[in-house]
């Protein structure tokens, strides 16, 4: 499993070689990596099935207890057969889609990158596995999205959908952290396992809260819906991978995987079932207001996230079996229903479904794919998607907590989607034929092939659930999600109920939405004023706002004065020394005061320098009073045993001086640049500094936390190094790599000086040289 995750990114690195190699073909040649990643997952369904789940570990960093490992159970199988089967079709479709297309390698190279991604993301067993993993799907996709980046809306749609699904990013890692201190373990099967219940960890409110912030953002929840349908300028190709098996279901497959252990309490009932049932009905309510084919896919994607996240929140074994099943369902039906948006604006040239009508001529092959497809997204028999329609309205029907709200809201939303998918199967394809950009015509196989076997499946499926029931693939995966063992036994049908009764009258309700749709979204456009004030103009509102914020921070801070960056950086350090020192711990003094004489003069002296240098208004007076500080220090180090620090400090400094000597030439007169008020503040910020690093200095001198190596380098010093000067043993002995790499800077600086006086030096040469040419050229004229 390792070794297929890292081959699909070497093939995407290797893409565009594929490219030179294979021309026209590479899609086909690169389906077959997604192929054989679905037909190992097959191989392994038996194993998982009868024996559970399969975990794969490979060992990572040792040191830190990291593996690299991965966790095979019938909820991972899923969505892998899922991202492999769905990536396989795409990636065919892609070639018939993009055929000729320039930048076809970097399509190929993001998309294989993305798919690796997604796969080690819903088999990852560790936590911070999974967490690198979903970030790489953000990146991937950002890169999908914008791929026609000379479009100014694509690379904003894939900006926008980059700073939602990261900021979640962040939560999520914020819960991912909880969730491993929490529980003791940074491995999925190993919580999985605990005995412990982390719903009653003191950690849970917190941890549950950042841990469904990264999953709604990822899965478009409400209030973060509005990225998803933006994400529609990605290439038809993207749209129906990110839809339908992968990028958007990230976030489902996290509140799937961590049901078992943390769902059943009231935050979690009450948090996915409300905002799951807004996000399935603002989908579908949006769905209506848009004529453009994907718009119209992309808000129902948003719905089909709202009813899964609301099953999960339901909880009941009914709502898990709706859920794996809804999954499956879906993923069919909306992979299918992409792929005929992207050869109807292929083959037409718009994407405007009012702009089309009586295709069914020149597409039959399209029209009936597209009818069939469209019937599973309605739930109409006999579909997989009735199933797992009568499943979701069961589930609703029987929820514990929030029953009204969800049976109403489910309700209305099943009428909207009917009225969605009788728009997409019977208005571009029936009725008086309307005038295109393009001569319609059929799609190659390539383009067809794809879509036809996913809405062919649904139509078997819904004919032979039994297939996918007990002691198959959907039992495997509900019971994954369940945490507990749970049959699933799957009927075209349940007899005459309630959830029946519901589907049928949503259908009559639909359908005569759908023949009063124009009439209905004329009237629907009176709330665009409204809409404009939702989620998405609060995001607009908040980039604008860091915008802002950051022009006037840039220009109280980063004003280009020197004095005023001294200033901040000084203030901050006051403010964070000053709470640790003298807030957090009392400052500690030993002081044992042995002074002598000489040794106060010295030090006057420097202090006498020091304010001198301050108050100075001479520039050169300034330099003599720094110069006569650093010679007191030299002094100090000669006096207490350090001739070679003295020395040393003795030719820095006067090597200072006189460059500070030389630089005065250059500098313009001297002049009052601040008021006696900034003058004050600058005096009292500095002092404020001298004395916090003076009580820092002085309680790290009277705190012993550890006894000091000096006596070791003292008895050591002779017989080990033969040298008797401590201070240049430790140089060049003990720290001979740090000196031989302060030998290398100073080298390469004066390397550095010597190249830019010779350049100068040069510099003027040729402009001598050029001035006398100009002269010998331009007669003189007296």
Known sequence: ??????????????????????????????????????????SQAPVVINEGPQLLEWSWVPSLGISLSFLLDGLSLLFGLLITVIGT????????????????????????????????????????????FWELTSITSYLLIGFNHT?????????????????????????????????????????????????????????????????????????FHFWLPNAMAAPTPVSAYLHSATMVKAGIYLLARLQPELGGTALWVGILSVIGAITMLTGAFLAIHHTNIKKLLAYSTIMALGTLTMLLGIGSEYAMTAFVTFLLAHSMYKGALFMVAGILDHETGTKDVTAMGGLKSAMPITAVIACVAALSLAGMPPLFGFIAKELMLEAALGAERFKLLLVVFAFLAAILTIGVAAIIALRPFYGRQ???????????????????????????????????????????????????????????????????????????????LFK??????????????????????????LMNGIVRFSEWQTRLLQNGYMRNYILVMLVVLIALIGNSILVRHAPQLALTLDVRFHEVIVVGTMVMGALFATISRSRLGAVVSVGIMGFSIALIFILFSAPDLGITQLLVETLTVILL??????????????????????????????????LLI????????????????????????????????????????????????????AIGVIAMLKLRHNTDESKAEESGKASVKEPYDG
């Open 434 to 512: 309307l005038e295109t950009p393009k001569t319609p015509h059929e799609a190659p196989l390539s383009m067809l092939i794809g879509p036809g076997i996913l809405a062919f499946g649904s139509l078997v499926l819904g004919l032979a659930p039994a297939m996918l029931g007990a002691d198959a693939l959907l039992t495997s995966a509900a019971t994954a999600v369940a945490g507990e063992p749970l049959p699933v036994s799957l009927s075209l049908w349940y007899g005459i109920n309630m959830a029946l009764i519901m589907s049928i009258v949503s259908v009559g309700l639909g359908f005569l």
């Open 661 to 694: 000597v030389l630089v005065l030439f250059r500098l313009p007169r001297f002049s009052n640049l601040s008021t006696s008020l900034e003058r004050i503040r600058d005096g009292a910020v500095a002092a404020t500094m001298g004395i916090l690093i003076f």
């Open 89 to 132: 079709f795409v990636l065919i479709y892609a070639g018939g889609y993009l055929k000729g297309h320039t930048d076809i390698a970097r399509f190929h190279l993001a998309l294989l990158a993305f798919m690796a991604s997604m796969l080690g993301l819903v088999l990852a067993d560790g936590l911070l596995t999974l967490f690198v």
């Open 516 to 541: 009063r749709w124009d009439g209905a979204r004329s009237k629907l456009a009176m709330l665009a004023p409204v809409m404009r004030h939702g989620p998405e103009a609060g995001y607009e509102g």
């Open 698 to 749: 002085m309680t790290a001198w009277s705190i012993d936390q550890f006894e000091p190596i000096s006596a070791y380098m003292v008895e050591n010093s002779a017989p080990l190094a033969y040298g008797r000067n401590i201070v240049n043993v430790i140089l060049v002995d003990y720290r001979a790599l740090d000196t031989l790499g302060e030998m290398f800077v100073l080298a390469l600086a």
């Open 151 to 223: 479009d100014i809306e694509a690379r904003k749609s894939a900006r926008q959908g980059l700073f939602v699904t990261v900021a979640g990013g962040l939560a999520l890692m914020a819960g991912l952290v909880l969730l491993g201190v929490a529980s003791g373990s940074w491995s999925l099967y190993e919580i999985g396992q605990m005995e412990s219940d982390l719903r009653e960890h003191s950690l849970y409110t917190p941890m549950l809260i950042c841990l469904l912030l990264g999953a709604f953002t990822k899965s478009a929840q409400f209030p």
């Open 1 to 42: 499993m390792q070794f297929a995750l890292i081959m699909g990114f070497v093939l995407a690195v290797s893409s565009p070689l594929l490219n030179r190699w294979f021309g026209e073909r590479t899609s086909l040649v690169l389906a077959l990596f997604p192929a054989l990643m679905a037909a190992w997952l097959l």
